[in-house]
């Protein structure tokens, strides 16, 4: 089951946040949060697990609430080398509570960061 | 450390030619291995997955196949390529590990353009 990420896009100055969400039907077992430049890999940002957490990498923080099903990504003073696409991955929770071989990624969100 | 190599980057082929893009892992042992596929502007679609040696999942239905005839090797494969498998395709590695909450690590990619 694909997560859905949104917004689709965002356009911000230099020094302004984003955030961008990721929902899902099913129950989750972990996030991951990846970003990618044009014509780029995806580059790993961080993973969140089950169990409420959040996580930050400099300026570049994520939440993740088990109970709804969603996570979060924020970047605050948006630099322009944050410009990209975000794609957040998503690994179900069986109904042994395991947690699967895979990821789902959802449809990216395209961050633009102008001077 | 580990690295992931991912071979050709870019390919311009006929349609209903054979495909055939390689991919190995060296520093790990026992990886999990991913091919993963991004059309223009879209997400990334899991293709198939594999936990050991001749041990494949497919996500998806389609006329392509993968094999690991070697524990840090995966190749995607495919006997006649459609017009539709016009992409660009990702080989990704990650710890194998139960549940999967490790990151992927992906390779550089490899431009498909089916003609």
């Known amino acids: 089951q694909q997560p859905v990420q949104s917004p689709q896009a965002v356009i911000l100055r230099e020094g302004e946040d984003a955030v961008i969400n990721c929902s899902s039907s099913k129950a989750l077992y972990s996030v991951h949060w990846y970003r990618q430049k044009h014509g780029e890999a995806p580059v790993f940002l961080m993973i969140l697990l089950k169990g409420g957490e959040q996580k930050g990498h400099e300026k570049i923080s994520a939440s993740f609430n088990e109970k709804k099903q969603q996570s979060s990504l924020y970047l605050t003073a948006s630099q322009l080398s944050y410009s990209g696409t975000y794609f957040c991955g998503t690994e179900m929770t069986y109904n042994s509570g395991a947690g699967s071989y895979q990821l789902t990624f959802g449809k990216g969100t395209k961050l633009s960061v102008i001077p | 450390s580990q690295t992931i190599h991912q071979w050709p980057a870019t390919l311009v082929q006929p349609v209903g030619s054979p495909l055939s893009l390689e991919c190995t892992v060296e520093g790990t042992s026992n990886p999990n291995l991913y091919w993963y596929r991004q059309a223009a502007g879209r997400g990334l679609q899991l293709l198939f997955y594999s936990v050991g040696i001749g041990q494949i999942s497919s996500e998806v239905p389609q006329n392509l196949s993968a094999s690991r005839p070697q524990d840090r090797q995966f190749i995607l494969s495919s006997k006649k390529l459609l017009l539709s498998d016009s992409g660009f395709y990702l080989c990704?590695?990650?710890?194998?590990?139960?549940?999967?909450?490790?990151?992927?690590?992906f390779g550089n990619g490899t431009r498909l353009t089916v003609t």
């Open positions: 990704a590695w990650s710890v194998h590990r139960v549940p999967f909450n490790s990151p992927l690590h």
